[in-house]
């Protein structure tokens, strides 16, 4: 009867009269409706600004239903319009981002793993309390990282260069993979290390052929998170770089109007969204393996 019971779903919308039921389940999808028209008129807003001609924007504002559609803002905004004094579109720094997320993200995921492993399956004397400080990275504010990064960025001569932005994202994202890693990795059973170190294996082997192949849902869970996070990040940038060294992020930000001072809103707007499209599209498709990977092992 129990097994019976455990195969059923509970619905807690389901309990009392038909019609209470469906009363219940109306006000609740009209909730959801009114959060999600909430949260996607912005950029609803935004897009529709991306097809109308700045004199209508100007005319009618910034909220109006357009009366002419053109992509040709697009294409401006990605080729040919100006920022920051160089007429190249948002294309550049794009690029840039893309150099700053990835290798930030492959780097301070596999250091993460490695930390995990260690901190979860190899003890040693003092492991909690440096878990402790690794993770301490997590709850300090990057402001109180600035003059010590634009420190050691000078020492190494990274200052302004993509090179700079990756080390600092990779060093910045040891915490939150840390933490992600070791946590995951706890729920992995002992007996497996134990039974590896019985056979000869050493500590590169069980990490290559124990570990690694258990790690996909983790994996996952700290890319989406530090490359989203990296992409989206706009103080390291801004400090750090400028010019053509800036992520696009920092960049749309120095909209010069090609020089006349006048505000191509539509420009811009496709600029922003161009700007958030890589995080959007990792999110629509693995949103629902980071939802799986936070919870796998949370229940046994």
Request: aromatic share 14%; charged share 10%; hydrophobic share 50%.
């Amino acid at each position: 009867m129990a097994d019976v019971i455990a195969h059923h779903e509970f619905d807690p919308l389901s309990t009392g009269s038909p019609r209470r039921r469906i009363l219940s389940k109306s006000a609740v999808y009209a909730l959801l409706i009114v959060f999600a028209v909430c949260y996607l008129l912005p950029l609803l807003i935004i897009f529709l600004n991306t097809l109308r001609p700045l004199q209508e924007i100007v005319r009618t504002g910034f909220i109006a239903w357009p009366h002419e559609v053109s992509a040709q803002y697009w294409g401006e905004a990605w080729g040919s319009f100006c920022i920051g004094g160089t007429c190249e579109g948002v294309s550049r720094f794009f690029k840039n981002s893309l150099m700053m997320a990835i290798p930030a993200t492959v780097f301070s995921t596999a250091i993460g793993l490695v930390n995990g492993y260690i901190l979860s399956k190899w003890r040693f004397r003092g492991a909690d309390a440096l878990f402790g400080l690794v993770t301490l990275g997590v709850f300090l504010p990057a402001q109180m990282t600035l003059l010590p990064w634009a420190f050691v960025l000078g020492k190494l001569g990274l200052s302004n260069s993509i090179a700079g932005l990756v080390l600092i994202h990779t060093v910045q994202g040891i915490s939150f993979t840390t933490l992600f890693c070791r946590n995951y990795f706890l729920n992995v059973p002992d007996d497996l290390i134990k039974a590896a170190r019985i056979d000869g294996a050493g500590f590169w082997r069980i990490f290559r052929r124990i570990i690694l192949p258990l790690s996909p849902p983790i994996i996952i869970v700290t890319v989406i998170w530090q490359f989203t996070g990296i992409w989206n990040e706009f103080l390291f940038g801004a400090v750090f770089t400028s010019g053509d060294h800036q992520p696009i992020t920092s960049a749309i930000v120095a909209f010069s109007g090609s020089g006349t001072g006048e505000r191509h809103y539509n420009v811009e707007a496709a600029a922003v969204i161009m700007a958030a499209l890589p995080p959007l599209f990792i999110y629509l498709v693995g949103g629902k393996y980071f939802v799986r990977g936070l919870t796998q092992g949370a229940v046994k």
